[in-house]
């Protein structure tokens, strides 16, 4: 094979980035083990991809289990010009340990793990695997490039194989040149989740917002007392987190070098931030897991963060050792049947919040019910920032009831936070909740609409419409049955416009006869939409021309007003709502009003 030669740029620094995690499926758990100081420094100087030649022996290091690196050998394959992005090319080394006869290759989380040269000089980092599945040939991201910024933009997800270098692969690996043709791949990092069941993970995959991160696996909790700070050295285990606490995301890797209170790793993206400031962790390798389809994947627990990783590039994580970042709280409090818990996630990266939000509701209301949560929730949410530097507060507080109330309620909040941080100078501080959780299904629906006439209610329907008087007041109250009870709700007189149309529609909603997003592009219009919006506990019932009126598609018993308003008249609405109850209501009418003049 021949190996293409050409002026590199040489290290000048060992101060910026890589990342951790060989495309990895890396599982991890989260511990309370005590921060340390910084760890012993290595400040490898950088071997010039230039002056690799085919066959030339290297040398490594990464951890198979607990914390110590051990070595791997191996030999250069070639190198693949441009691999990775304009002018950082791809080292193709095949590598050889004994943890190899039981995984077949290297796996997932072996990414950043050093490799040198003859002289000792860092080659760079193991950061892709084939496409295929395990095998002992690597993809190597040149530690010359690991310290500069790029902006080619992400790395590909697979870079293909051809001709001579396809052959060589697929010897050298003992597969089909089909197969050494596919080329290598980084694959997805997922982010280990802690504090959430297989359950609600695989639920929020499926059914959840779509803003929600869906690369994401299981993670426990578990003891990682041996792993803090002096641990993450070169070929040492090393995390990022985009979140820790009672929720934690993080993606465990290989630390590729340490010097002047800095670790570079990964060899490739986290999740592609730039300049971030994500949680830099140590971690505990448990084990690593064979996959017979996939790439083997390492276990691992993390340990509390010893300092900030400032970035999240092409070629690798980069962190600084000492203070940990400044996040954003999240917190739930949940009370049930006497039980009473407050969870607390930090989260570091903004992107994350709506994730953290969601998990953070089901996993703290799954601990305190301890069972499926099918009754009534009343919950209120708020939500705490700056909006270009002016503090700002939303807040929310509504009743649900039905079957998997944490699901629903944590779905409709993360929502909402997707939206407050995507908003343009936004800065979130917090999301709290805070739920009461019973077990009492009971409902109310909405039964009918009466209209006082003559001093007698009487009944709206759709064959005996309302009837108004332009310029003058309709009293409306609505009647409520279901298995709550049956209830009278007095509603304050709606009065009509002296030029009202002679023909209007009423539509009376409980506040459960349908789901509605919260809508808004600023803070200010999201406050508005919050106040606006009817609570599953009360009833709304809106008089008005059909082009100001909602109605709810979904439900109701037919009857809906069909004809166009007139347009020699101004159209409106006039809306009253009731006070909330003590249960949901549900249910829909839509009438017609005719107006006399």
């Known amino acids: 094979m021949t190996v293409h030669h050409r002026r590199r740029r040489r290290l000048a620094s060992l101060a910026t980035f890589a990342t ?62 441009d691999g990775i992005a304009p002018d950082v090319d791809m080292v193709m080394a095949e590598l050889d340990m004994p943890e190899f006869q039981r995984t077949g290759g290297i796996w997932q989380g072996m990414s950043g793990s050093p490799v040198y040269a003859e002289d000792g ?150 999740a592609f931030l730039g300049t971030t400031t994500l949680g830099l962790h140590p971690a505990d390798t448990l084990y690593v897991q064979p996959e017979s389809v996939g790439a083997p994947f390492k276990v691992a627990n993390v340990a509390p963060p010893v300092g900030t990783v400032t970035d999240d590039r092409t070629t690798g994580i980069t962190g600084t050792f000492g203070a940990a970042p400044e996040g954003a709280r999240v917190a739930s409090t949940v009370e049930y049947a006497g039980r009473s818990r407050t969870g607390d996630t930090e989260v570091f990266a903004s992107q994350f919040l709506p994730d953290v939000a969601i998990y953070q509701v089901l996993a703290n209301q799954d601990r305190v019910v301890d069972g499926p949560s099918n009754g009534s929730e009343l919950m209120t949410w708020t939500i705490t ?119 209007l529609r009423l539509v009376a909603q409980g506040g459960d006869a349908g789901f509605g997003f919260v809508r808004g592009s600023t803070v200010d219009r999201l406050r508005t939409a919050l106040a606006s919006q009817l609570r599953h506990d009360q009833v709304r019932v809106q008089v008005g021309t059909p082009d100001k009126v909602q109605v709810d598609r979904f439900g109701g018993d037919g009857g809906f007003f069909s004809g166009g308003r007139d347009r020699r008249r101004p159209s409106f609405v006039r809306t009253r709502t009731s006070e909330p109850q003590a249960v949901v209501v549900k249910g829909l009418r839509s009438l017609r009003v005719d107006v006399r003049r």
């Open 20 to 81: 951790a995690g060989l495309a990895v499926q890396t599982v991890v758990a989260v511990t309370g083990a005590p921060a340390q100081a910084a760890p012993a420094e290595d400040c490898a100087a950088a071997y010039p991809v230039a002056e690799l030649a085919d066959g030339d022996a290297v040398s490594g290091l990464t951890v198979t289990r607990g914390t110590e690196p051990t070595g791997f050998t191996g030999e250069i394959l070639g190198v693949l010009e």
């Open 121 to 270: 000089r860092l080659i760079g980092a193991v950061a892709y695997g084939l496409s295929f599945g395990p095998s002992p040939v690597a993809g190597i991201t040149p530690f010359e490039d690991m310290d500069d910024y790029l902006a080619a933009g992400a790395p590909p997800t697979r870079i293909a194989l051809t001709g001579a270098d396809a052959r060589t692969v697929a010897r050298e690996a003992d597969i089909a040149p089909s197969e050494a043709s596919r080329g290598f791949s980084q694959l997805p990092i997922p982010l280990g989740v802690s504090g959430v069941s297989a359950r609600r993970l695989a639920q929020v995959k499926a059914d959840g917002p779509t803003s929600l991160a869906r690369n994401t696996v299981v993670a426990g909790k578990a003891s990682a007392a041996a792993a803090d700070a002096d641990t993450i050295v070169a070929g040492g285990n090393v995390a990022g987190s985009a979140a820790y606490g009672d929720i934690s995301f993080s993606g465990v890797g290989t630390a590729t070098s340490v010097c002047d209170g800095r670790v570079v790793g990964f060899g490739h993206p986290l």
């Open 385 to 503: 920032g700056s909006d270009d530097g002016e503090p700002f507060s939303l807040s929310s507080t509504d009743r649900w009831s039905g079957q998997d109330l944490a699901f629903i309620t944590a779905f409709t909040l993360a929502e909402v936070v997707s939206r407050v941080t995507r908003i343009d100078g936004v800065t979130v501080d917090s999301v709290t909740t805070e739920a009461n959780v019973d077990d009492n299904p009971e409902r109310h629906t909405l039964a009918g609409v009466q209209q006082l006439r003559n001093g007698r209610w009487v009944t709206v329907t759709a064959k005996a419409p309302a009837q108004g008087t332009a310029g003058e007041s309709m009293r409306l109250r609505a009647l409520l049955a279901g298995s709550a009870g049956s209830k009278v709700l007095p509603l304050s007189p709606i009065t009509l416009p002296r030029n009202a149309p002679r023909r």
